[in-house]
């Protein structure tokens, strides 16, 4: 199961990748996705187009052209690295949301605060006033000037919002125009590397074609190697149990060492726990000042006395406790006594 996954996980990518291309047709073309495929890609690609093509014009179906290691490896890398450039833009985009936001609610807060403030302005230099002054003139003027001067102050924030957004305008017609240059730029970049590619196809086409006079020539003597093919498949069948029973070995070194790893934190934080208990203690012993042995023992005689002392006058309360009791009762039956006369 676990070899059926890691065979699955590897089809699907692989298929990934060859979506991206474009099926063989009448002419050997690459994709516009592959211009920056590592070479070695590039000639699987230019060999089972080539090899298929070659297929249908001599009648041999069961010619099959499989990835070495290192182009899986190049095509997991490549994959890895789409995945993390995916990744950053998501993040870029979260983090410039992120900043929008932020510089909204702070937009928010400014606009709040001034109208908190020229509320309580208000309050202060218009409402107090007519309050104390009904019907005054005076408060009229006052209330007449205070609103002239908000719009004047409202027309000078007006020009020059204004002003800064002439300003933005031109900055981003800059922004523009330096944008279309590198567009065009990279177009030159593109059709020089379509150039290269084309040369590129051109030679592996040249290839191509050697080779499948060398495949001609292999055919001829295919059946003289089809019992050692069998034995290194064989061979091979035995090596990858081994590679799977090794990789299940170092599946469980990696669980125990990973397992260790973290007791030997547990144990260094516990460790230096207990040294910081241990540094506590050898101050505090350290700090520890004992008073004298004549002290000590006064202390001791004068807390034996206290004791003594502590417990005559307990034996003297429970004696007196006693007495009150006694007494009440004797009250009480005089009390009934009287209330019986």
Same mark, same amino acid.
């Given at each position: 199961s676990h070899a059926n996954a890691l065979l699955q996980t590897e089809v699907e990518m692989f298929e990934k990748w060859y979506r991206k291309m474009e099926p063989c047709g009448p002419s050997l073309q690459l994709p516009s996705e592959t211009h920056d495929a590592p070479p070695e890609l590039l000639q699987v690609l230019l060999r089972s187009q080539g090899s298929g093509c070659a297929a249908l014009g001599t009648g041999v179906s069961d010619y099959f052209v499989s990835l070495t290691m290192e182009q899986k490896y190049e095509l997991a890398e490549r994959e890895l690295t789409e995945l993390k450039d995916e990744i950053q833009r998501m993040n870029e985009d979260s983090e410039q949301t992120l900043k929008n936001l932020e510089a909204v609610i702070e937009e928010a807060e400014v606009w709040w605060t001034d109208v908190k403030k020229a509320i309580s302005d208000f309050e202060k230099d218009i409402i107090s006033t007519i309050s104390s002054k009904k019907g005054s003139i005076v408060a009229s003027?006052?209330?007449?000037?205070?609103?002239?001067? *908000?719009?004047?102050?409202?027309?000078?924030?007006?020009? *020059?919002?204004?002003?800064?957004?002439?300003?933005? *305008?031109?900055?981003?017609?800059?922004?523009?125009?330096?944008?279309?240059? *590198?567009?065009?730029?990279?177009?030159?970049?593109?059709?020089?590397?379509?150039?290269?590619?084309?040369?590129?196809?051109?030679?592996?086409?040249?290839?191509?074609?050697?080779?499948?006079?060398?495949?001609?020539?292999? %055919?001829?003597?295919?059946?003289?190697?089809?019992?050692?093919?069998?034995?290194?498949?064989?061979?091979?069948?035995? &090596?990858?149990?081994?590679?799977?029973?090794?990789? %299940?070995?170092?599946?469980?070194?990696?669980?125990?060492?990973? %397992?260790?790893?973290?007791? &030997?934190?547990?144990?260094?934080?516990?460790?230096? %726990? &207990?040294?910081?208990?241990?540094?506590?203690?050898?101050?505090?012993?350290?700090?520890?000042?004992?008073?004298?042995?004549?002290?000590?023992?006064?202390?001791?005689? &004068?807390?034996?006395d206290l004791k003594t002392s502590l417990k005559a006058w307990e034996r003297k309360v429970a004696v007196a406790e006693m007495s009150l009791r006694s007494y009440c009762r004797a009250w009480n039956q005089v009390k009934m006594s009287g209330n019986q006369h």
């Amino acid at each position: 199961s676990h070899a059926n996954a890691l065979l699955q996980t590897e089809v699907e990518m692989f298929e990934k990748w060859y979506r991206k291309m474009e099926p063989c047709g009448p002419s050997l073309q690459l994709p516009s996705e592959t211009h920056d495929a590592p070479p070695e890609l590039l000639q699987v690609l230019l060999r089972s187009q080539g090899s298929g093509c070659a297929a249908l014009g001599t009648g041999v179906s069961d010619y099959f052209v499989s990835l070495t290691m290192e182009q899986k490896y190049e095509l997991a890398e490549r994959e890895l690295t789409e995945l993390k450039d995916e990744i950053q833009r998501m993040n870029e985009d979260s983090e410039q949301t992120l900043k929008n936001l932020e510089a909204v609610i702070e937009e928010a807060e400014v606009w709040w605060t001034d109208v908190k403030k020229a509320i309580s302005d208000f309050e202060k230099d218009i409402i107090s006033t007519i309050s104390s002054k009904k019907g005054s003139i005076v408060a009229s003027e006052k209330l007449l000037r205070y609103m002239e001067e *908000k719009n004047r102050q409202r027309d000078l924030l007006r020009e *020059k919002l204004r002003l800064k957004n002439y300003l933005l *305008k031109d900055y981003k017609k800059k922004l523009q125009q330096q944008l279309r240059q *590198k567009e065009q730029m990279g177009e030159t970049l593109c059709e020089v590397r379509l150039q290269q590619l084309q040369v590129r196809n051109a030679q592996y086409q040249q290839k191509i074609d050697e080779k499948n006079q060398e495949l001609l020539q292999l %055919k001829l003597t295919s059946g003289k190697t089809v019992q050692v093919l069998n034995l290194y498949k064989r061979k091979l069948q035995d &090596a990858m149990e081994m590679s799977m029973s090794l990789m %299940k070995d170092i599946s469980q070194r990696k669980e125990l060492l990973e %397992k260790t790893e973290r007791e &030997a934190a547990l144990v260094e934080e516990q460790r230096a %726990k &207990a040294e910081s208990v241990n540094r506590q203690l050898r101050k505090q012993l350290s700090e520890c000042s004992v008073p004298p042995v004549l002290s000590y023992l006064q202390k001791k005689m &004068a807390v034996t006395d206290l004791k003594t002392s502590l417990k005559a006058w307990e034996r003297k309360v429970a004696v007196a406790e006693m007495s009150l009791r006694s007494y009440c009762r004797a009250w009480n039956q005089v009390k009934m006594s009287g209330n019986q006369h």
